[in-house]
């Protein structure tokens, strides 16, 4: 089982399927895809495309940098036109394990039923947290000082996660 990424995908249009072609925009997607064709040659080789957040130890995800950033009172900037199909890290790492007990191979979509904008998700995260959402302001990936190119609409459809040949777990969790 290897863990890619949404960002595969050039983000043009969003609600990608498994069967849609990738056009990673950056070296991190570039690679990610590189590693996806190496486990579709292997026997029982699954890709599992994904976006996931959670705690981290080292503070270096999406999440991890809005708590810092929001808890010290900062101002961030919430892209508005950046969507995306988060899952909590536990409940993605549950359907791993659920996905490598059936009889999946290839590459297959996990993500949230709900695309959210990363505007909307910072929201979430400083309600959840009780923190001041007045500091997330609008804006656009344009506005940002991001080294390498980002796609806009990474939004998955878990097409082949919600067949009947998986699990029913997995079933109950996409409807």
């Known amino acids: 089982v290897f863990i890619s990424t949404d960002s595969v995908f050039d983000g043009t249009r969003g609600h990608y399927r498994e069967s849609d072609m990738p056009g990673p925009l950056n070296a991190y997607a570039r690679s990610k895809l590189a590693a996806e064709r190496v486990v579709e040659t292997i026997r029982n080789g699954l890709a599992i495309r994904t976006n996931f957040f959670g705690r981290n130890p080292r503070g270096a995800g999406l999440a991890e ?36 007990t059936t009889e999946a191979t290839g590459v297959l979509h996990l993500g949230a039923s709900d695309a959210v904008s990363k505007l909307d998700f910072a929201l979430l995260v400083a309600d959840r947290f009780g923190l001041d959402r007045s500091l997330v302001r609008s ?36 409807g």
Do not use: Y
């Not at 892209?79 to 394990?97: I, K, N, Q, R, Y």
């Not at 940002?144 to 079933?171: I, M, N, Y």
């Open 65 to 100: 940098w809005l708590l810092r950033e929001l808890g010290s009172g900062r101002e961030i900037t919430g892209f508005a036109d950046v969507v995306f199909s988060p899952l909590h890290c536990v409940e993605a790492a549950d359907l791993v394990v659920a996905l490598a």
């Open 139 to 174: 804006g656009n990936l344009a506005d940002g000082d991001l080294a390498a190119a980002r796609p806009l609409d990474t939004s998955l459809v878990s097409e082949r996660a919600k067949s009947e040949e998986h699990t029913s777990e997995l079933q109950s969790r996409f």
